[in-house]
């Protein structure tokens, strides 16, 4: 195994305890006959002893109570949203054409209501008419004047 | 992290807040560690943690692989972590934009001069600065975390080989650093 083979598994497998037996094996042999490999186990092994030192730092102590109101006003914010949103529903504001397009619809309605109404009236208006126009053709029927033009021409045809 | 019991997480999923405290009691320290090593910034950490946990409130009851409840919650921290970090550096990036037109700043400030640093944490800090959110988040899984290589796939949702380069381009860029005298004492 080359000095360079050595060196990328000293960089990783090796100094991160993956490598197995024989890897191992091997590279302690070549560490214990290269100074140069040794040399790069030497500095790989320190930059680790840096780390492996790092302190883990307490977490602080608002962070809890942070989250917790958070997810208590969202959870409150959903609570209230239905009525929220039936008010704000009912008192936005509305566009002016909005508002027109209502106004119209009510006044065809109203227009369309009063006609339907009305209609339903008329057969008793004709009623009413019609019999007055019986009552004048049955008299006409018995007064020969009404049907008299004042000229003779009847007498003609008749 | 500590293990947390299924029916913790199913009540936490039902909307019950003392069992989601119990599920933050169990992560949080995992969370907030992370996210500190990623964005280098206890304020953003603080936020990220926030995000994590109310992300994580509103998506459990949708969430059905309660089995891979910790595996998400890491996915979940590194993405938001890397995001933050992303954030905030295209604000301190314009903020030093326009401090260098105003000449507040002193030129050649760059973030591998500012590592040279003496103690343990400072040099921790300098050498993560170094690295960008991808390879940081590995080292920072594996090293600090102890994550195995698989248990990093899953999380990062990348191939075997991808986390075995990534860590070793990493280390590569480190020693580097480190011999070119970016970082004070790392080798």
């Known amino acids: 195994m080359s000095c360079r083979k050595i060196q990328e598994l000293l960089k990783s497998d090796y100094l991160d305890g993956q490598a197995n037996q024989r890897e191992k094996q091997f590279i302690k042999e070549h560490l214990a006959r290269c100074a140069p490999c040794r040399r790069l186990e030497e500095d790989l092994q320190a930059q680790q002893a840096i780390f492996k030192k790092a302190k883990r730092m307490p977490v602080p102590e608002g962070i809890w ?26 008192f936005a504001p509305r566009p002016v054409f909005v508002l027109a397009s209502a106004f119209t619809i009510v006044i065809f309605v109203t227009v369309f209501i009063t006609l339907v109404l009305q209609n339903r009236q008329i ?4 009623n009413g008419t019609g ?16 049907y008299s033009l004042g000229t003779n021409i009847e007498e003609y045809f008749l | ?10 009540r936490a ?13 169990a992560t949080s320290g995992f969370v907030y560690n992370v996210a500190l090593r990623i964005t280098q910034n206890s304020a953003d950490a603080e936020e990220v943690t926030q995000d994590v946990f109310m992300k994580i409130y509103h998506s459990l009851k ?39 037109l105003s000449g507040v700043l002193p030129g050649g400030s760059s973030a591998a001069e500012g590592a040279i640093q003496s103690d343990d ?21 594996r090293e600090i975390e102890g994550f195995s290589y698989q248990e990093i796939a899953a999380t990062l949702k990348i191939p075997l080989n991808t ?21 004070k004492d790392v080798v």
């Open chain 2, 163 to 183: 986390v075995r380069s990534r860590l070793k381009r990493a280390r590569q860029i480190l020693l580097e650093a480190a011999r070119k005298g970016l970082v």
């Open chain 1, 123 to 126: 057969p008793g208006i004709f």
């Open chain 2, 62 to 100: 949708d969430f059905r692989q309660r089995s891979t409840f910790k595996t998400w919650l890491y996915r979940v921290t590194v993405n938001t972590a890397i995001n933050r970090y992303r954030k905030t550096k295209r604000e301190q990036k314009d903020m030093l934009d326009y401090d260098s």
């Open chain 1, 131 to 146: 019999s007055d126009m019986a009552i004048y053709s049955l008299g006409g029927e018995n007064d020969d004047s009404l």
């Open chain 2, 1 to 10: 992290m500590n293990d947390i019991a299924a029916d913790i997480l199913e």
């Open chain 2, 121 to 141: 944490e400072t040099r921790l800090r300098a050498l993560l600065n170094i690295l960008n959110p991808e390879f940081k988040t590995c080292l920072v899984l």
């Open chain 2, 13 to 25: 999923a039902c909307g019950e807040i003392e069992a989601f405290q119990q599920v933050y009691k």
């Open chain 1, 65 to 90: 109570q942070n989250i917790r109101q958070g997810i208590v006003s969202e959870e409150l914010k959903q609570n209230s949203g239905i009525l929220q949103r039936l008010v704000d529903y009912l």
